[in-house]
Nanobody
């Protein structure tokens, strides 16, 4: 199983980025997908998740209204559209896959390698 996250980069505060995570080696439509992030010297935290088939979504309070998670089961890819970025959004962003549906905890079965998001003030 491979989860390849990409799309990170440097953006000014108020700007936007779109992260993508391409999955391979698993039956993608059977997995809930999530995005997590970890800032330096902080614990990894939940950002957003999307369920496997009914597309129910979950968001951390800190990103509600600014971030949107979506998925394309035909492309085995999950996306995170990030708008109105703030310096506190700066972190390494990880995608993850969870058997049986999405959740907000860390109990995901597979994790990607992460992509860096840097937000300048």
């Amino acid at each position: 199983v491979q989860l390849q996250a990409y799309g990170g980069g440097l953006v000014q505060a108020g700007g936007s980025l779109r992260l993508s995570c391409a999955a391979s080696g698993l039956a993608f439509r059977n997995y809930g997908m999530g995005w997590f992030r970890q800032a330096p010297e902080k614990v990894r935290e939940f950002v957003a998740a999307i369920d496997r088939s009914d597309y129910i979504t979950y968001y951390a309070d800190s990103v509600k209204g600014r971030f949107t998670i979506s998925r394309d089961n035909a492309k085995n890819t999950v996306y995170l559209q990030m708008n109105s970025l703030k310096p506190e959004d700066m972190a390494v962003y990880f995608c993850a896959a969870r058997v049986g549906g999405a959740g907000t905890g860390n109990d995901y079965h597979y994790w990607g390698q992460g992509t860096q998001v840097t937000v300048s003030s």
